[in-house]
């Protein structure tokens, strides 16, 4: 079973705060399953946009994961605000989180990338 977007968003913030970092929920959606974009600041002022992954990025067995695709890779702010003005016409139930992070490491599951096989969520770490 998949977390609601709701509370995967506030455990995101509430980890990368953890960290000693800074994040906000920018945008809320539907509470229950809207889809779930980050937006990382870096100090030069450009941003990383990460997007929910396409299905073909899943495995079998990931029915209840989260996983996402670097949609923009250190793109000027503007880049980003349009790309998720696109998104939010497409899809108006969208959840933003904006983070100011150096590392999104640990924090969420990047499609792709080797994941750790830690036997639970990434958010959910002991």
């Keep these: ?31 229950e399953g809207g889809a779930l974009f980050i937006r ?8 990383t946009l990460y997007a929910p992954a396409p299905q073909s990025f899943f495995d079998a067995d990931d029915s209840g994961s989260r996983l996402f695709e670097r949609r923009l890779d250190r793109q000027p702010r503007e880049a980003v605000s349009d790309a998720l003005a696109r998104e939010i016409r497409f899809d108006p139930d969208l959840w933003i989180v904006a983070l100011e992070t150096e590392a999104i490491d640990g924090l969420v599951q990047i499609g792709g990338e080797e ?5 639970g969520h990434p958010l959910f770490r002991r």
């Design 1 to 31: 079973m998949r977390l609601k977007t709701e509370i995967f968003a506030a455990a995101l913030v509430r980890n990368v705060f953890a960290r000693g970092d800074f994040a906000a929920i920018e945008r809320k959606g539907a509470a």
């Design 40 to 47: 990382q600041s870096w100090r030069d002022g450009s941003e």
């Design 115 to 119: 994941r750790e096989d830690d036997g």
